[in-house]
């Protein structure tokens, strides 16, 4: 009867989770046959069997080759690279082992075996079980896989796919490009949101989303926390318009405000003239600002129109929906209303300007001995 010496099982390659590792490994055997000589230089059939469990455990992979002996009965072969008969080679689990190799023998090179050896796995396949406990794959250009990764840590985050624990207060996570743009792209189905959470510390704490909102009209909203539509502050939609406050996450304006009370505020400081100013087209520019505890209107770069005396009691100045004005009142009863105080036209030759009912106008003024003189003009 021939027999089949083994050399060896062994996969003879060792690869890092960023190579690919070849679905094969390295069989050695020499052949003898009953007498005990060496089968040499002959085509040998082979059907090569990986067992889990036990010597006689189930096979999860069934292959046959046909190599040739060398001259010193020496035959070679790299499992997972035959015919299949079952199972695939790159599915096996090699973590949950044991494995045995079993090899079937026909020395005339056909497929009637008469030497049969089982052999045990000693050691996993490093690159093999390496690919399986890791979930690294190459696929051309393109390094990949389904687990969580972690950079700086052994326990990456469960529902996150990546987590980077910086050791040091200068670690720093940076992407950069020598030839062109540098780029951070996240994507999402139509309606789910895309969004970067910043949190304090290494757990679970509210943080603040930096987030595109897909199922509001494609808006870019900044939120407090990670409950979709509560606590959300601030958006930019697709035009450009910015919205302010909770209400205010469909701005129709450049600038909308929005809230409640007295929270619902625009504040312009500066240390010295804090002012807020309008243009249209190429027209000149119009200003509101505050200096010291005066608010003055005007146009930028010129002299003032107007001003309010802040530190003024309340009701100093008003008008209403119907264009009345009230100084003193924030009720006026006329096109002007004044309370608590005068009206001092200080121009000599200025007045008062009334229209009679023929339709002729007449300043009324006031003479030196304090009569009142009435002078005929043309109605302005």
């Known amino acids: 009867m021939k027999k089949i010496i083994t050399l060896c099982a062994a996969l003879i390659l060792t690869v890092s989770v960023f190579a690919q590792a070849p679905q094969k490994m390295s069989y050695q ?21 990986i067992l889990q ?44 082992g044991p494995y045995f190799v079993k090899t079937e023998t026909d020395p005339t090179g056909g497929s009637t075996y008469t030497i049969t050896g089982t052999n045990e796995l000693m050691s996993v396949p490093y690159a093999l079980h390496a690919k399986n406990t890791d979930s690294w794959t190459v ?20 529902t996150e796919k990546l987590t980077i624990l910086n050791a040091s207060a200068n670690d720093n996570v940076s992407i950069r490009s020598s ?76 600038l909308t405000v929005a809230g409640t009370g007295y929270e619902t505020r625009l504040l312009i400081k500066a240390d010295t003239n804090a002012s807020l100013v309008f243009t249209v087209g190429a027209t000149k520019n119009a200003k509101i600002y505050q200096n010291g505890t005066r608010l003055f209107f005007g146009a930028d770069g010129v ?53 009679s009912p023929n339709g002729s106008c007449w300043r009324i003024t006031v003479g030196n001995t304090g009569t009142l003189v009435s002078t005929s003009i043309v109605c302005p």
Do not use: C
Not at 36 to 48: A, C, K, R, W
Not at 71 to 82: D, M, Q, Y
Not at 139 to 158: C, E, L, R
């Open 139 to 158: 696929n051309a250009d393109t390094t990949y896989t389904m687990k969580s990764v972690g950079i700086g840590t052994a326990t990456p985050h469960i």
């Open 303 to 355: 002299s003032n129109i107007g001003s309010i005396d802040l530190n003024a009691p309340g009701n100093s100045f008003a008008i209403d929906a119907i264009g009345m004005m009230g100084i003193g009142t924030n009720v006026p009863s006329s096109k002007l209303t004044i309370v608590g105080g005068d009206v001092n036209v200080t121009d000599i030759g200025t007045g008062i300007i009334l229209k």
């Open 53 to 96: 469990g036990s010597a006689s455990g189930t096979a999860v992979y069934v292959e046959t080759q046909t190599p040739s002996t060398n001259a010193n009965g020496l035959v070679s072969i790299e499992i997972g690279a035959g015919a299949v008969v079952s199972g695939a080679f790159s599915t096996i689990d090699w973590a949950n």
């Open 179 to 254: 030839v062109g743009h540098s780029s951070l792209i996240l994507g999402s189905a139509d309606n789910f949101d895309s969004y970067l959470l910043l949190r304090k510390g290494q757990g679970n704490s509210v943080g603040w989303s930096i987030f595109r909102k897909g199922t509001n009209n494609d808006k870019l909203i900044f939120r407090r926390g990670e409950t979709p539509n509560v606590n959300e502050f601030f958006a930019i939609d697709t035009i450009g318009n910015v919205g302010i406050g909770t209400a205010s996450l469909s701005p129709i304006n450049k």
């Open 29 to 49: 055997a020499v052949i003898r046959n009953a007498s005990n000589v060496l089968v040499t230089s002959s085509p040998v059939g082979m059907q090569i069997s």
